[in-house]
């Protein structure tokens, strides 16, 4: 069932077109990452979806959540409220939820710190703090632009399971927004390739888990083809990968 639709979703800053008639279907439990060059507006794209930016044309649907609230968001940066705990900062927006705090601090691993402010944390902490308030009102989709950019290599793998694993407890739609190949390969189920603006869909290439380190790497060149930074990769060795 598709929890998300955008059916030609264009958009311009002033008569400059950012985005042009882009389709994208996320289904529900789904992973997309959406992978483009910076500036091709795949945060203008998210915002859109959040209901941040109602100026565009086309037809942008999220399903009804069970509670109406059908959207959540996590940045770049974890925009936590310095003086408010990590349990006020989960509830920030969400009072009638304070029976869930507990359960989501322990699904992203907060449990021992719900009492803590936010400069005792580390980065990776902060930001499974932000995950925890954007899904505390459960929504149908959680968009998250680039939510890991600015944390180290091993903090970012541990985040990337967390998504997966809060994706099979909660069955959780994500729109993942990367500029990181490799992440968009572990995390997601599909990614949705953007070219230069005005952008519209290159590629849809759906990962699929079970491919070896050479097929992985294929893509990933395929990939950095499709975006025009690399040379055209060599054709893998047939029967390796049928896709
Ligand atoms: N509020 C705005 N007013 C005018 N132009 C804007 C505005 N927001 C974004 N843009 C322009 O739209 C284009 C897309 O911006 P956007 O931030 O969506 O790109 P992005 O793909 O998220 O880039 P990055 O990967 O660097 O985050 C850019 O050219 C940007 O300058
Ligand atoms: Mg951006």
Not at 7 to 27: M, N, T, W, Y
Not at 157 to 168: A, E, F, G, V
Not at 195 to 210: F, I
Request: glycine letters at 10%; a negative charge.
């Amino acid at each position: 069932m598709a929890v998300l639709t955008i059916k030609g979703l264009s958009k311009d800053f002033a008569g400059q077109p950012v985005l042009e008639r882009i389709d994208l279907e996320v289904h529900s439990g789904e992973i997309v990452s959406l992978l483009g060059p910076s500036g091709c507006g795949k945060s203008t794209l998210l915002r859109i979806v959040a209901g941040l930016d109602p100026d565009y044309e086309g037809e942008v649907r999220v399903a009804e959540g069970e509670e109406g609230r059908s959207v959540g968001v996590v940045f770049q940066e974890p925009r936590l409220f310095p003086w408010l705990t990590v349990r006020q900062n989960i509830l920030f927006g969400n009072k009638g939820h304070r029976e869930r705090v507990e359960a989501i601090a322990e699904a992203v691993g907060l449990s021992r710190c719900l009492h803590a402010f936010p400069k005792q944390l580390s980065g990776g902490m902060a930001q499974r703090c932000a995950i925890a308030r954007a899904l505390l009102g459960r929504p149908r989709v959680l968009l998250c632009d680039e939510p890991f950019s600015a944390l180290d290599a091993f903090t970012r793998r541990q985040l990337h399971d967390l998504l997966l694993d809060l994706r099979d407890r909660y069955g959780t739609t994500m729109l993942v927004v990367t500029h990181d190949i490799r992440e968009a390969l572990y995390l997601s189920d599909r990614i949705v390739v953007l070219g230069q603006t005005p952008s519209r869909v290159l590629r849809e290439v759906t990962t699929g888990t079970g491919r070896s380190e050479n097929e992985q790497a294929h893509l990933e060149a395929e990939i950095l083809y499709e975006l025009g930074f690399e040379r055209e990769p060599l054709p893998i060795h047939v029967g390796e990968w049928a896709s």
